[in-house]
């Protein structure tokens, strides 16, 4: 168990809503990332970060923001959801060491459905 | 840019039997990462590689990190049904621990 947590697990919404999804970790890890999996494309990187306040964008951007006010949280934004959205997002932890950052920890996931 | 292609798509086997996928890139890795899926939820890790020729083991599956860099290997032995899932290999991608992903092998065991 990495510590993850992910909120709400599942959501349903209309066109135009905006929609917060919350990652919560208890591990103290620096990184954290936001993915979406679709059927077809397996696992894209949305946003991450590597610090309070620091981040970045991934392979999929377009559409989302992302905050991080604090270590433990990292919030995703859909600022006016569309039904391409539809999707389930994955966060992932990880942390600089000996084995190297690129090992990621998943959370249970967020199934997000925009009508 | 940067795939990985992962093969077979699918496969179906029966209990007992070795499992054999792999994963290739079109560019070099300095790291492979084999991940599990189980329905309705996260992706595991399994395995993790950093050096080229690496042959390393998790329980009954096993993971190799080729020689060339761009290829990555993942076996499962005497599979059993709890085996069933989608496996998922990752490289890195750039800098900050970015990791790109295939699109999965689905496993399923036939009882």
């Known amino acids: 168990d990495a510590g993850i947590t992910q909120s709400p697990r599942h959501k349903v919404t209309e066109t135009g809503t905006p929609v917060t999804l919350r990652c919560h970790q208890t591990e103290n890890h620096r990184y954290m990332y936001w993915y979406r999996q679709d059927p077809g494309h397996g696992l894209r990187l949305i946003h991450y970060?590597?610090?309070?306040?620091?981040?970045d964008k991934g392979e999929v951007s377009d559409g989302y923001s992302v905050s991080r006010s604090k270590t433990e949280d990292f919030l995703l934004t859909l600022e006016s959801a569309t039904s391409s959205q539809t999707s389930v997002y994955f966060c992932?932890?990880?942390?600089?060491?000996?084995?190297?950052?690129?090992?990621?920890?998943f959370g249970p996931g967020t199934r997000l459905t925009v009508l | 840019g940067q795939q990985l292609n992962q093969s077979p798509q699918s496969m179906f086997i029966q209990e007992g039997e070795d499992v054999s996928m792999n994963c290739t890139s079109s560019s070099i890795f300095n790291t492979w990462l084999w991940y599990k899926q189980d329905p309705g939820e996260g992706p595991v890790l399994l395995i993790a590689?950093?050096?080229?020729?690496e042959l390393t083991s998790n329980g009954r599956l096993t993971a190799q990190f080729g020689i060339t860099r761009k290829d990555s290997f993942l076996n499962i032995s005497a599979s059993i049904p709890s085996d069933v899932g989608i496996y998922f290999c990752?490289?890195?991608?750039?800098?900050?621990?970015?990791?790109?992903f295939g699109k999965g092998t689905k496993l399923s065991v036939k009882p």
């Open positions: 590689l950093y050096k080229a020729g």
């Open positions: 970060s590597y610090g309070v306040k620091d981040t």
């Open positions: 990752a490289g890195p991608r750039g800098s900050q621990g970015n990791l790109i």
């Open positions: 992932a932890i990880s942390e600089p060491g000996l084995a190297g950052y690129n090992e990621q920890f």
